[in-house]
């Protein structure tokens, strides 16, 4: 961890992010909101590998939304990629060592439930990691956080009600559920997605979950939104596809977009009560 300590303090210290936001599978609208932005390619900061897939443009953003110092990552990268856990965290793990208040993560997901539609918004409220793995795994140093961190609180509701008051107050039906991230890339099959509806998911997707465990071991809270671009499979007799996931981004993606842009100073300033 000292290497990313070292990155950290000399890029990122001076700019002392408040939130640091990761942006999924064509939710990019987010990216061209924040103001003073200086723009660099993710792949600046050592060992974060290029994200490959379309949709993720891979940029580390600094500048401030709804004035609020933000660190933004316009793409990630992904197991279905070929990346280790480790090197899928990477880019979060170092953001996070400057201590920000809030981790913003969002995400592309199918809808498990059938009453939850394509362009519906998410709260995740806990997460299924069925990864097969942990991000955690290997050495440990006591910088990173404790060994055996605890999962129970991950994304507090003190943060999620912030969201909901926004979405409230302009009439936009929020959802709330748990997330189960599959490693992917294929779509699930319609059996798996009876088996994750048994175990207790709401949405599934390829991402989130390696991030979300690394924030909560650095004791940083989460803030998880899924954007719902499709019904899962079995759930839809339609068969699934990733030009589906891309233009259900491009609409809903600004309504995102506007909803964590009007939550995120309170959603800070929330994070104070909750740890
Ligand atoms: N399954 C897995 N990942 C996804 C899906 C899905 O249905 N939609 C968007 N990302």
């Known amino acids: 961890m000292n290497d990313l300590k070292s990155v950290a303090v000399s890029v990122l210290r001076a700019f002392r992010p408040e939130a640091v936001l990761v942006l999924g599978s064509g939710l990019g609208a987010l990216a061209e909101r924040v103001q003073q932005a200086v ?12 994200a ?7 940029e580390l953003i600094c500048g401030t939304l709804a004035g609020v110092r933000v660190a933004l990552l316009s793409g990630r990268t992904h197991v279905y990629e070929g990346h280790a ?12 060592a400057v201590q ?3 981790l913003v993560l969002t995400n592309a997901a199918g809808s498990i439930q059938r009453d939850m539609k394509p362009g519906d918004l998410m709260l995740i409220a806990d997460h299924l990691n069925l990864s097969g793995g942990s991000p955690l795994e290997g050495p440990h140093t006591a910088d990173c956080g404790e060994r055996f961190p605890d999962m129970s609180r991950i994304y507090p509701a003190a943060v ?3 969201v909901r008051r926004v979405a409230d107050a302009r009439g936009l039906l929020l959802r709330e559920g748990v997330y189960a991230m599959l490693r992917g890339p294929q779509y699930e099959t319609p059996a798996e997605v009876r088996m994750l509806r048994i175990l207790g998911a709401d949405a599934v997707g390829m991402s989130t979950v390696p991030e979300a465990i690394v924030a909560a071991q650095m004791r940083i809270p989460v803030l998880g939104i899924s954007m719902l671009t499709n019904l899962a499979a079995g759930v839809s007799r339609l068969p699934l596809s990733h030009k589906e996931v891309l233009e259900c981004g491009l609409v809903a993606g600004n309504t995102l977009a506007d909803l964590i842009e009007h939550s995120l100073r309170d959603a800070v300033t929330a994070t104070e009560a909750s740890v």
Do not use: E, M, W
């Open 100 to 102: 920000p208040k809030l």
């Open 39 to 50: 723009r660099r390619p993710a792949t600046d900061i050592p060992g974060v590998a290029a």
């Open 52 to 58: 490959s897939i379309a949709g993720h443009t891979g």
């Open 85 to 96: 856990l480790q090197t899928v965290v990477r880019a979060v793990r170092v953001l996070l």
């Open 160 to 162: 999620r009600n912030c």
